[in-house]
């Protein structure tokens, strides 16, 4: 069976990639927009077309022979999303029927078109329409609501309010009911949809009990060993309550945005069709699926985050060189006889909770900075303490290329009135510290100039404590 994974880089994607590639019968392949985002241990065994849906040759080259094609793509990161998934939807299941793809299988939103339907749930019915709208090309569209799972937007936010807030001054909106899932059981379903014997259009609402997010939010709490209160008020607009998530929890103004526009109305299932033709997938309980999300993180076991995605971080990428930054901080020093892994393992291990050396605290700063004007901030952390793969988020940063024991390289998405770079690179005996910066304008100008006191004192300790971290390893 050839199968075509799209959206392999993403939150449920790279889950579903690792199930995928269990199962003996299945060739697979990915699409995805920058190739080194596979992680070298799945390079071996799926073939990677790299490209994306507005590519038609790509597609073609990615759809050509495949069987049963999985559509996990969605661009929220973008602000013309709808146009765009739109499109995108249009041109796979365009270029699916002249392949003779059999089989479309994607995962969109739970919920009903009404007033208060929000535009990001608006773009994902739309994506299924257009998919199911081909005579030729079958499409089974599971649709998930809250999905609880390790590194999920919608548990991190949760687990982030519960954790952080013995007391909760919530919006009215704590008391719409949804039907959360287990991300295991929605990757369940989606690999089951390969098998399934149907050859119609199919749309199966998935989902285990209907909970309020205030039940939720004291569920979580109780799996947590915590005692909260939660006090909803009514003046709570969707503007602030996305600023208080914004500061509270990991996720950006503009995810949070989006997220809370979708709690205005009810997600709840609307059809039995997950009872009726997946009768063997029995789903979690949500206060089940908090335990194995809280079990993941604390055994430090996340498989993917919400914020693996690449998204226009690759187009910077592809041709960077760097010759021609407008302001280079450059550090070197000798690594003598310590051994070129260790120094690797040394500044690959950076950021989260192993923190930033002796200059944590002027990270804070400006992790705060970020989160006050509305970008990601900090408190991203790092998927993983010790291990990082392309596409990882290390706080504030971004790993766009890692090459083993040889270079890190890290793109700054923190709000700036310019584009950053930090890069770490070993060269025959030396151990190379770069920051890049392409200013925008007067004011990029400023900022990097207004910094430079603070780079002297950060970078310079950078560098040495590396080298020192590298040597007691
Ligand atoms: N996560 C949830 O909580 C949740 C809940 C309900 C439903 N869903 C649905 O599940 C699906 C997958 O969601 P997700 O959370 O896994 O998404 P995600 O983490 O945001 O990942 C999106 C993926 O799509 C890829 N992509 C975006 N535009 C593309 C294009 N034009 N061509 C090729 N690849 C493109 C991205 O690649 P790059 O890495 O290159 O950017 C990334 O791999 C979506 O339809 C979503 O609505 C998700």
């Known amino acids: 069976m050839k199968i075509l994974l799209t959206g392999a880089t993403g939150y449920i994607g790279r889950r579903l990639k690792e199930r995928l590639l269990q199962d003996e019968r299945i060739e697979l392949r990915v699409l995805v927009r920058n190739k080194k985002s596979i992680s070298p241990s799945a390079k071996e065994y799926v073939d990677a077309i790299e490209g994306d849906t507005f590519d038609r040759k790509a597609l073609q080259k990615a759809l050509y022979g495949v069987d049963t094609a999985f559509y996990l793509i969605h661009s929220l990161s973008q602000p013309n999303y709808k146009e765009l998934d739109r499109v995108s939807a249009q041109n796979f299941v ?24 929000s535009e990001h749930l608006l773009s994902r019915l739309e994506s299924g329409e257009v998919l199911s709208s081909h005579p030729k090309v079958q499409t ?10 390790s590194g999920s937007a919608s548990f991190e936010i949760i687990r982030n309010l519960t954790e952080k807030l013995p007391i909760m001054t919530t919006p009215k909106w704590v008391s719409t009911k949804a039907q959360p899932i287990a991300v295991d059981d929605v990757l369940s379903y989606l690999q089951a949809s390969i098998d399934l014997e149907y ?5 199966v609402d998935i989902g285990s009990e209907p909970l309020s997010y205030k039940e939720m939010m004291e569920a979580t709490a109780k799996a947590l060993g915590l005692k909260r209160t939660i006090i909803p008020v009514p003046f ?5 309550s996305s600023y208080w998530l914004n500061l509270f929890t990991p996720v950006p103004y503009s995810v949070a945005k989006a997220l809370i526009e979708g709690l205005k109305s009810e997600v709840l299932m609307q ?8 009768p063997h997938i029995k789903p979690l309980s949500y206060i ?8 993941e993180i604390e055994a430090n076991q996340v498989v993917s985050r919400w914020n693996d995605h690449g998204g226009k971080v690759w187009d910077e990428v592809h041709t960077k060189e760097f010759s021609d930054a407008i302001f280079v901080d450059r550090k070197v020093a000798d690594i003598g006889t310590i051994e070129p892994s260790k120094i690797y393992q040394s500044f690959t291990s950076i950021g989260g909770e192993n923190g930033w050396f002796d200059y944590d605290f002027l990270w804070e700063i400006r992790g705060i900075i970020d989160k006050l004007i509305g970008g990601v901030g900090l408190k991203r952390g790092r998927r993983d303490a010790c291990d990082l793969r392309t596409g990882d988020c290390v706080d504030f940063w971004k790993v766009v290329d ?6 890190l390289l890290l793109f700054a998405q923190m709000k ?3 584009k950053a770079w930090l890069e770490f690179k070993i060269n025959e005996n030396q151990l190379i510290q770069s920051a890049y910066f392409y200013p925008k304008g007067v004011w990029g100008r400023l900022y990097w100039y207004g910094l430079i006191p603070l780079h002297y004192l950060v970078f310079n300790n950078m560098i040495k404590s590396i080298i020192k971290k590298a040597k007691n390893l």
């Open 271 to 278: 059809n039995d069709h997950a009872k009726d033709y997946f």
């Open 416 to 418: 700036l009135p310019g």
């Open 94 to 117: 365009d270029i699916a029927s002249e392949c003779g793809v059999k089989r479309i299988i994607y995962l969109g939103g739970l919920g009903v078109k009404n007033e208060d339907t």
């Open 140 to 149: 089974i569209w599971i649709r998930a609501g809250v999905i609880i799972g």
């Open 288 to 295: 089940d699926a908090v335990q194995k999300a809280v079990e």
């Open 199 to 203: 050859t119609h259009n199919l749309i």
């Open 402 to 407: 890692l090459k083993a024991n040889e270079r």
């Open 236 to 240: 709570m607009s969707i503007g602030l």
